[in-house]
């Protein structure tokens, strides 16, 4: 295989691909760039889906990542509306559902994430939805009609932001959550009771400990019914219980996959010339020193950025904690990092007043950082974070210490042991 790629193709044209077009453009590569979509629509972002879309504060042209005037003028060639079924990479072409094939010498595997469904729940009915692309969002939308009800299985950020977004809209949300305390496996008890109380004094129906038994719909609407016996009805359903990586492609054609598409920390996976980014990789984090699998807007992006530029020949890692945000009940949340299993939850600020940073400590080291209406907290937590920073628990508390003094402290005591190393 040459070092230097002539045609370039990219399975998935969404946030992933989108960034990696743009980083292939501007490092210089002249060569073929074809990016290979399902979707019939360019690529665009998902987060206002359930946000500014969903209100109808915005539509999809404010969505909208390249257009296609972009793609002209960059001689970006979008092949949308057909799915990709496996890489050839004897053949070096990628196959289409459509029986065409697409030839490439470099591929990226950008085919991100599906709504997961749940068992026996039907997908003909309009009004069940699995919110994850534009069509989806717009179809919702139009089923929200003030004085209606919503049932949302799933209080995890999608679900608690589509409560949110019906509330805004005059539309009564009722959200059925399996765990006792919502989105207590990534914040922990704490801050997911912080999560079910903003939501709960919003307005919003909030039921935990419940498991869906079924969902029907009829001339009246949709009726959900939980295993304890609770029996909910409502004008429409959302279905917000995760995603699953899109890993079809990646299995036909020869890569290995485990919970997504395993990739190093260049974004490689297991066959060479085959690149894999986004929520759909499974990537070997040089900060955790193990496999993790986000889907996050900012992760999508910087991988897209690493695997071009690896694809280009040139060697980069992305290295930085995961970072994700979520809009809703008027507030910016914010998390940064992984905190598997800490020892200690440092509050600075009042939760009450819902302005505050939770701090993550696992054996004094700052694992992960979660907030509310304090993003440069979150910035300052990323930078010790990625520094395997210990900072001392009562300045993180104190909101008289800066917190970006503390991280230029921690890059200094991060410097010390090289100096001594080098005596
Ligand atoms: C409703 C919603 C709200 C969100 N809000 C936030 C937020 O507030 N903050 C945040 O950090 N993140 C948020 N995210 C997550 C963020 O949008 C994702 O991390 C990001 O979209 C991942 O980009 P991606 O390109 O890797 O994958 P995706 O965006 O999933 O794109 C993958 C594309 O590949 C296509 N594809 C799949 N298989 C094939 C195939 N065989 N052939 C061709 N095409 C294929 C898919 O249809 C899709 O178009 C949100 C996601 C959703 C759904």
Redesign the pocket.
């Known amino acids: 295989m040459s070092d230097t790629p002539r045609s370039v193709v990219v ?9 990696a077009a743009r980083t292939l453009r501007r490092r210089g590569f002249d060569g073929g760039i074809v990016l ?4 019939p ?1 360019a ?1 665009y ?7 500014e879309l ?1 209100e109808g504060a915005a539509d999809d042209s404010d969505a909208a990542l390249l257009t296609e005037q972009w793609c002209r003028d960059n001689a970006v060639e979008l092949r949308l509306g ?4 496996r890489i050839d990479t004897a053949a070096g072409a990628v196959e ?2 459509d029986g065409t094939t697409v030839p490439g010498d470099r591929f990226l595997l ?6 997961r469904r749940l068992p026996g729940v039907a997908e003909d009915d309009e009004r069940i939805v699995h ?3 534009l069509d ?2 717009l179809r919702l939308r139009s089923l929200l009609r003030p004085g209606g009800r919503l049932v949302i299985v799933g209080a995890g ?2 679900g608690s ?2 409560a949110s977004t019906a509330l805004a809209r005059g539309v009564r949300p009722v959200v059925i959550e399996q765990a006792p305390v919502p989105q207590a496996r990534v914040l922990g008890e704490e801050m997911g009771a912080f999560c079910a109380d903003v939501q709960r004094a919003a307005g919003v129906e909030l039921h935990t400990g419940e498991t869906v038994a079924s969902v029907r719909t009829g001339p009246d609407g949709v009726v959900v019914t939980t295993e304890s016996g609770l029996r909910v009805e409502g004008d429409a359903v959302v279905v917000a219980v995760g ?1 699953v990586p ?1 890993t ?2 990646a299995r036909a054609s020869g890569i290995a996959v485990e919970n997504g598409v395993l990739v190093d920390e260049r974004c490689r996976t297991s066959v060479p010339g085959i690149f894999a ?5 499974n990537h070997r984090h040089p900060v955790y020193g193990r496999w993790v699998r ?7 992006n910087k ?2 950025m690493v695997a071009a530029k690896n694809i280009l020949g040139r060697p980069a890692v992305h290295g930085d904690p995961h ?5 809703q009940f008027g507030l910016n949340l914010q998390h940064v990092g992984h905190a598997r299993s800490w020892d200690r939850l440092v509050v600075r600020g009042s939760v009450a007043e819902r302005d505050f940073t939770a701090f993550y400590l696992e054996e004094g080291v700052l694992r992960a950082a979660f907030a509310a209406e304090r993003g440069g907290d979150v910035m300052a937590a990323k930078e010790l974070i990625a520094r395997g920073a210990a900072p001392d628990p009562a300045r993180l508390a104190d909101e008289d210490v800066d917190l970006a003094e503390l991280a230029g402290q921690a890059d200094e005591a991060a410097a010390e042991p090289a100096l001594a190393g080098g005596k």
């Open positions: 399975i998935g044209a969404s946030q992933t691909a989108a960034v290979v979509g399902d979707e629509h690529p972002q998902r987060p206002p889906l359930s946000k969903l057909t799915p990709a079924r289409l559902a950008a085919t991100g994430a599906s709504a919110l994850r692309g989806d969002a950020f999608v932001e589509v995603a899109n079809a492609v980014a986004g929520d759909v990789a986000v889907e996050h807007f900012d992760n999508a991988q897209g970072w994700f945000w979520s809009d």
